[in-house]
């Protein structure tokens, strides 16, 4: 018998080849006059080119950082105050829409947004719509009310309902020409999200089937995609199964791969997704049971075992660094458990980590 769940997902969500078209009826329809841009410095000149015939934009942003700093959201801030911008469009990966997230839910406060950051004030009431347009399939962003943001040498996930986007767009055309390299982190990424929102102590039966069904579409489409980028078949499932991964995350949240993300992002500079992919295979393999065993069964694999190896091999295919040595010479496996140990996410898990089992974990993959 199940339990009791709440499942809730405010998010409107526009899927399919082309649908980016649709952007500026799109903020008609929510009455937006005035539009912030917010994209990454790569993303730059191609956003300005996607909205170049929208009457409402009125501002532009891309000094984003590929993972993501508190600056970089004040100065979102700054010109939406100047221009009084009355919406915000974040096109591109995680990093751009936990950016524009942030600062649509800050803007219209009076306070510092590092009070906000570190908790001494909570959020505005009001906040601006978003809408969030994913050039990757990996984050999931577009439809969670979670924001990552560093500041002052720490990497925090804050996760609030002032986050959730009011619009998502999900267009696979916009992830074709995404690098090879890019494709592999964030689609395990997407992977990830899925496994993690499976396995976290909190799922409920239909993240559960959005988890089963977001892992399929990994397995059968990322590494097509990443051998031919232009292969749209394969671009259009794994950007609508990283939006399903998102969808089965969302409320259940990540676990134990996302925990240890952390420090290797902040301290080692892995990009979000390649640090993810660090120790996913591991944690395959410590969660291992009988549920997540139908799980690989539901999806054409023989157990969990034969998952991690999955993982391995896209990892290999894609050049990930899989190992402590790949990480430089002076490796502090210490901090690196210490650190995964007391993140929050870390609690998702369903198998307990302390320092110890951490630390042996990271030791087997020297």
Known sequence: MVSEF????????????????????????????RCMLVSDRFLADKAQQMVRDIPELCASFSDIEENPQLRGAEGVVELIRKHNADAVIGIGGGSTMDTAKFAAATALGGAPLVDYYDGRLPFPEKRLPVIAVPTTAGTGSEVTQ??????????????????????????????????????????????????????????????????????RLVLENLEAAYKDGGNMEARGNMSLGALIGGLAFALPKTAGSHACSYPLSEDYHLPHGEAVAFTLDSFVRINADARLNELCRRVGLRDA????????????????????????????????AHDSAVHPLMGNNPVPMDEAKLREMFENLR
């Open 6 to 33: 709440v499942y809730a997902q405010p998010v409107k969500i526009y899927y399919g080849a082309g649908e980016f078209e649709k952007v500026g009826e799109i903020l008609r329809e929510i009455g937006c006059a």
């Open 146 to 215: 979670v924001s990552v943001m560093s500041h002052d040498k720490e990497k925090k996930t804050i996760n609030n309902p002032v986050f959730m986007p009011k619009i998502a767009i999900v267009d696979p055309m916009l992830t074709a020409t995404v690098p090879p390299r890019t494709t592999m982190n964030t689609g395990i990424d997407a992977m990830a999200h899925a496994l993690e929102g499976y396995w976290s102590r909190n799922h409920n039966p239909i993240s559960d089937l959005m988890a089963v069904e977001s892992v």
């Open 305 to 336: 075992n034969e998952l991690a190896d999955r993982i391995a091999a896209l990892k290999e295919l894609g050049g990930l660094r899989r190992k402590l040595g790949d990480l430089g010479e002076n490796v502090d496996v210490d901090k690196l």
